[in-house]
């Protein structure tokens, strides 16, 4: 199912114009016109009931009025309506492609934030920059939350280094790393995952080095080993995200 | 960990030459030369003695001796050692590199038989003639096994069409289809994942239709709604995969 997502600049106001690619997404993708009637979602997550009132050559006004509950979709809803228990992605940055695919995998599945993390081993570090990549990879989100018109509007977080991540989390529920190597406190992923929100961190190409993963455990973050081949970060990120979620969702 | 996958026409003769890319993999990626040995894997997945006898341009030819356990490694081992539980998945070919992409990352994981399947939605046949497609999956697991060190050495079935599906599985162990619709019989991945081996049937793009639908619950292949968001084919066969196998390694 298809769901517009409005641009992260709209303030809930009852009338916005629409400009860019947005344009086309709406006239011609999901083919509407002047007087129509459709349901969209704002960044918040919040839905919202959207007319459009003019199109214009490059631009398009919709009249917007906030709902509970999506009146007139651009196509069927999704099945499963919720929940999605919170999953926050701490994600060591991979390279240009594989992150892409990270970042639009988990939101489809509706992952609540993800996290570019820098670790030792990351080719590449976002933090305390400004950053191309994470306007990229909003644009991926919102892509992604149409197409699958995910009830979760995935937010990426402000970049960060590995040492942050306990900080961050704020120990607000259970924490796992995808580590490949056996841990004496080791506990599997199906102990971890009891509930949520809860957080996951996952390695870069290469790993984690032993330090971080000492630095991780000190901080209450338990390593899992995924009882599977080696996998390659875009795999294991999507894999573990599946699994957790299947879990908890099992549990409500 | 990464172990050379020797070539499909590897026919078990203590005498192998190498030729064309190999070459390159084993002298240049793994700095392999004369006289020195190492383990590796044929596509039935027997494992194997070998000892580079002499390396040429173009060719290097190898020694070999079957053996049970591996000796000489070329790098570490994983740390997960099996089992893994039979996972068949039965895939409606999607385009391209989405089709590439569910390979690969079914290797990775350890599925035992990706089989190529047409369905009304298919936007390519590849059943009843020759195909490139299969040759380029086969390598592609190929490089996947050899870069994930996958204990099991995935094999590409026959393509068929979807209504041959329920023969060729022929009721050997519990089978379900992901769609995106709830049935009146529909059951859990958790409910219908008991025992291996097991069958999982994708979709492609556009997903089944209703009347394939009921065919393969007449043939007993049960319909489950991932609870989570519509995802594309390629991000719904890995996480499937992923938690069936989950579900499967926790039983045993």
């Not at 517009?4 to 016109?33: A, C, I, M, N």
């Not at 940055?93 to 990351?122: F, H, N, W, Y």
């Not at 607000?172 to 102990?191: K, N, Y």
Request: charged content about 25%.
């Amino acid at each position: 199912m298809r769901m517009y997502v409005l641009p992260s600049d709209f303030r809930g106001t009852e009338r916005y114009t629409v400009v860019g690619k947005d344009v086309h997404y709406l006239t011609k993708v999901l083919r509407l016109s002047e007087g129509m009637q459709f349901t969209g979602r704002d960044f918040s997550g919040a839905l919202w009931d959207l007319t459009i009132e003019s199109v214009h050559r490059n631009s398009c006004t919709l009249l917007c009025a906030q709902t509970s509950e999506p009146q007139a979709l651009t196509d069927a809803l999704p099945e499963y309506r919720g929940p999605f228990p919170e999953i926050h992605l701490y994600q060591a940055v991979c390279k240009g492609k594989k992150m892409d695919q990270i970042v639009r995998q988990a939101t489809e599945l509706g992952v609540t934030r993800i996290v570019p993390v820098t670790s030792e081993r990351s080719l590449v570090d976002m933090t305390g920059k400004e950053d191309d990549r994470r306007i990229r990879y909003e644009k991926i989100v919102k892509e992604a939350v149409q197409q699958s018109g995910s009830l979760v509007v995935t937010t990426i977080g402000t970049p960060i280094k590995l040492d942050q991540v306990s900080a961050d989390w704020g120990h607000r529920g259970p924490a796992c790393m995808l580590h490949q190597v056996s841990q004496a406190q080791q506990r599997t992923l199906a102990e971890l995952t009891r509930t949520a929100p809860i957080a996951l961190v996952i390695g870069p190409e290469g790993g984690f080095t032993e330090s971080e993963v000492q630095m991780l455990i000190r901080e209450d973050f338990h390593p899992v080993l995924l009882k599977t081949n080696i996998l390659r970060a875009e795999t294991a990120a999507i894999a573990a995200v599946a699994i957790v979620q299947h879990l908890l969702v099992e549990k409500l």
